[in-house]
């Protein structure tokens, strides 16, 4: 199994688009950022067929050491949480992806 890295997208948009290797680097890292960029004031990155991002912001808790017992605060902090299509879903489990033109 392998892994997708930048480099490997920035690759495979370079192959299969026919920019130069710089402008697909590019290309790649300005989607990111723009992507980062939304994530971090709150909205929602839907990209369809695949799935979408969104941050939850998640309430002060408290949990406990594993090893001691100890209780312990866990402060209120916001997580990525990202949700995959139907078709995505479909795909992994080796299915005939639902015909849906809203994802």
């Known amino acids: ?10 690759e495979t948009i370079y192959t299969q688009v026919g920019l130069s290797r710089n402008e697909s680097a590019d290309l790649l890292e300005t989607v990111l950022e723009r992507m980062s960029a939304a994530l ?42 990202f949700r995959p299509s139907q078709g995505l879903k ?3 489990n080796g299915l005939t992806p639902p015909v849906d033109d809203d994802e």
């Open 40 to 81: 971090e004031s709150g909205e929602s990155v839907k990209i369809s067929g695949f799935g979408t991002f969104s941050v939850r912001q998640k309430g002060r808790r408290v949990g406990r050491n594993p090893k001691t017992g100890v209780e312990v605060p866990i402060m209120p902090r916001r997580v990525l949480v």
């Open 1 to 10: 199994m392998q892994t997708v890295t930048r480099a490997h997208l920035a």
């Open 90 to 92: 479909a795909e992994v």
